[in-house]
């Protein structure tokens, strides 16, 4: 499973104009929800909060993976935004998060849902990585970086 192939152009939303994570959320989730991904809006962005509430998603290096598996969702897909500023996400290391990606998983995508947080992860931890993600003009870009890295990794 590549990162690659749940993301999509129109699924990407860069300077995003948000001040809180429920924001970003709500804006990332709208795009699943009109790529059929998700199929009931307000059903998904309950179970992305009740996730939250678990547990912080702020990963650190200004980076959150907000994630749910629902009922709410038909297949799986990501959606990715980067934000005009940092958001408070009370990460782990306290950092303001700008770059977000949400995953959404149907109840029983146990195996892709896993998969999809593992290799975020991975590729994250990257600094050229999280630093291509924030000066990319365009969402292509940003599907580059991602599969560049990816293949990168896959050798």
Do not use: C
Request: a negative charge; hydrophobic letters at 45%; zero cysteines.
């Amino acid at each position: 499973m590549r990162v690659s192939e749940l993301l999509s152009e129109d699924r990407i939303l860069l300077d995003l104009d948000a001040s809180t994570k429920e924001e970003v959320w709500s804006a990332m989730a709208s795009v699943l929800n009109e790529a059929g991904v998700v199929t009931d809006l307000e059903a998904y962005l309950k179970d992305v909060e009740a996730r939250e509430k678990m547990g912080t998603t702020g990963v650190g290096h200004g980076v959150a993976i907000p994630h749910a598996k629902s009922s709410a969702v038909k297949s799986p897909g990501l959606a990715m935004a980067r934000t005009k500023k940092g958001i408070d996400v009370s990460s782990l290391d306290g950092s303001l998060a700008d770059i977000f990606f949400l995953i959404a998983a149907p109840l029983d995508a146990d195996k892709v849902y896993l998969q999809a947080l593992s290799k975020l992860a991975r590729l994250l931890m990257h600094d050229s990585f999280r630093d291509g993600l924030r000066s990319a003009g365009e969402p292509k870009e940003i599907l580059r970086v991602i599969a560049s890295l990816e293949e990168e990794m896959d050798k």
